[in-house]
């Protein structure tokens, strides 16, 4: 495995595919949501407008056969029994949820991260949505799963040393944490708890949707090494700056993505072993 910790900027179904099985000890992968309409809702009450983003735009079936292949090639690069945990919203997370269930991989938990800040609703038509959701996986079948990393101890000092519950109260991103207008940025706090309490220090976490480098951000002063890929050079470019910022920017190197060995591309239906 690499020494330092490595920004990549490509695609991550290509990237993921030219490395060896088993290099990483845990994933986080915060995915696009396929949640973007062509032009995005505003209000006149503030300056939030929903999400309007080419990257996090598919067709049910090209969002299925994307989210299989990387799913596919994440439980490939990280170790047996090792820990993948993959956020989502109402919008997607039944569909990477029920693939993981395809890919008979141990589902742990179901976090729910409720965000007491939340944007209103904008239509006025439904409820305040105001939750995410992380699927806690092990990365091996129901029967196999065994001896996932998991610091109960650790885990409690969230919770005021009570067992910690798997609904977690934090709030959105901080504006002054904010970077590049990235529409969706995880906050440190959260992906702090997720590397503390199941991953190690010395580890390699990947994150295949990198985006500005929140899992960098949290990670690499917990003494965790990161691997990150992120499709958008202005996305990187970012990351470096919040790295240096954070006087981090030794910890990590950036590279280009090598010329894929095969291009990648979103199979259709058809091409997967799953028959809905
Ligand atoms: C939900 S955001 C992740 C945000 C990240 N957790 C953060 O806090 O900055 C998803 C990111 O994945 C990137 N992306 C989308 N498709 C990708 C792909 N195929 N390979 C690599 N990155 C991709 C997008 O550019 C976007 O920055």
Redesign the pocket.
Known sequence: MRKTSTSVT??????LRDLPAGIFDAC?A????NMSKKRGLAWAFSRHVTMQ?T??RFSNEEYFA?SFQ?LSEVCRVVKPNGNLFV?GTFHNIYTLGFILQQLDRKVLNSIIWVKPNAQPNITCRMLTESSEQMVWACNNTRKDARHWTFHYAEAKQFNDGKQLRNVWSLPL?RRSER?AG??????VAL?ERVVKIATDPGDWIL?????????AAAALPLDRHVFL????AR?VRA?AERMKSLSLGGKLRFKAAAAPKRK?SAKPLSSHPISL
Not at 10 to 15: M, P, Q, T, W
Not at 182 to 187: D, L, Y
Not at 229 to 232: A, L, R
């Open positions: 490509g695609d991550c179904l290509e990237v986080i915060d995915p696009p949501y983003e990257w996090d994307f990387w956020f991103t970077v990235h529409p969706s940025q995880k906050p992906l994150d295949p949707f990198a985006g500005v480098g929140s899992t890929v992120e499709k958008q996305y990351q990648a």
